[in-house]
């Protein structure tokens, strides 16, 4: 079992930056696949990004290419989602979430999920 809770959220204006970062429990989070996705209101939640156990690979959507990075440390057990030039567009609650499969853009191969964390960027 992994918890996973994410924090950093907030208001911001466009422009801005914020960084987002998901502490998770548990001895295995080294060997675990993190994610980032997002719901904005009567939207599908979307895959954001993810990042390899080792943290060698990561992965974007094409909206935040560019603007956001993810990162880990795994000696603190956390995920980091730096999110920079930050856009109207990226209103949503943010979800962190871990996977032991491999998989990294896929919704539904992820296990395990936090209860997300609110971002309000305004014009």
């Known amino acids: 079992q992994v918890q996973l809770v994410e924090s950093g959220g907030g208001l911001v204006q466009a422009g801005g930056s914020l960084r987002l970062s998901c502490a998770a429990s548990?001895?295995?989070?080294?060997?675990?696949?993190m994610g980032w996705f997002r719901q904005a209101p009567g939207k599908e939640r979307e895959f954001v990004s993810a990042?390899?156990?080792?943290?060698?690979?990561?992965y974007y959507a094409d909206s935040v290419k560019g603007r956001f990075i993810i990162s880990r440390d795994n000696a603190k057990n956390t995920v980091y989602l730096q999110m920079n030039s930050l856009k109207p567009e990226d209103t949503a609650v943010y979800y962190c979430?871990?996977?032991?499969?491999?998989?990294?853009?896929?919704?539904?191969?992820?296990?395990?999920w936090g209860q997300g964390t609110q971002v309000t960027v305004s014009s």
């Open positions: 548990g001895r295995t989070f080294s060997s675990y696949v």
């Open positions: 979430a871990a996977n032991h499969r491999g998989s990294y853009i896929t919704r539904s191969q992820y296990d395990y």
């Open positions: 990042i390899s156990p080792s943290g060698g690979r990561r």
